[in-house]
């Protein structure tokens, strides 16, 4: 009997629990199911956003990258068509001239005002042709009416980058005569900075003081005039080097002028020639400057 009992209670047992223990996996399984589908349905989604956000970004890139490149090129072609006018443009006038150079008048000596005649029939802005020993500058030298002009400006009145060379504005008055006291004390002249010593490009040659020594002289042609300086100084710096100087209002401001740039003492007027330098500097300059030789 117990025996009996025994065994129908444990029949009993094995046979409940599993029934209970079946219908509550069932239940749990199915739930399960669907929530692994939804878990793997919204990593699907995610991938594919993913996927497309990362194409779309690299689609981005590309234009953007793609456009800068077209654009730079585009401005190096540019840059290259405007400095070979520009060359050209020169290379014409430096022929006129050298033609000038041999116009000579009833004494036989070079009239250079012919120079000027031609010039001034060019450009209405023309002060003077400039030369300097041992480089390719060997161009006509104009003066507006502020210096930003002729930053951009060819000699033509082109829109150049190479621009002209140019006087500062405030170089007004009689700059040239054999006249000390007349003459203006300081002449400024600028021109940008062209690769392969184009423009002022040349300056640089300077900053070896041997090539200064050997080719130590700046050539100003006007009114059948031939002015010559001797070059005492060639430095980097920057715009606010004393060398920039204009303000000579009263008779002693001239001496401590030459004096705070180390001219020599004979100098009764200077001649600076001025170029921007590539240091990451808007500010940088590179400079050669002269005094006068009378006589």
Known sequence: MICDATNKMATHNKQAPVKISDIRSDGRNGNNREMVKKERKQKTVMGSLRKVSMTVGLVIAIIIFGSIAFITTLTVMANARNLKASNAEYEYLQQLADESDSVSNESGAIRHGALDEEMLSINPDYVCWIRVDGTEIDYPVVRGNDNEKYLTLSFNGEENIAGAI????????????????AAFPHIIIYGHNIKRGGMFGGLRKYLDEQYMEEHPIITLIVDDQIIEFEIFSARQTDIEDPAYFLHFDAPHVFPRFANQIDAPLA???????????STGDNDARMIVQGYRLFG
């Not at 405030?170 to 000390?180: E, F, Q, S």
């Not at 100098?267 to 001025?274: E, G, H, K, N, P």
């Open 267 to 277: 100098a009764t007027q200077i001649i600076t020639l001025s170029t921007c330098i």
């Open 166 to 181: 140019f006087m500062d504005y405030r170089n007004r008055g009689d700059l040239l005569t054999y006249d000390i006291e």
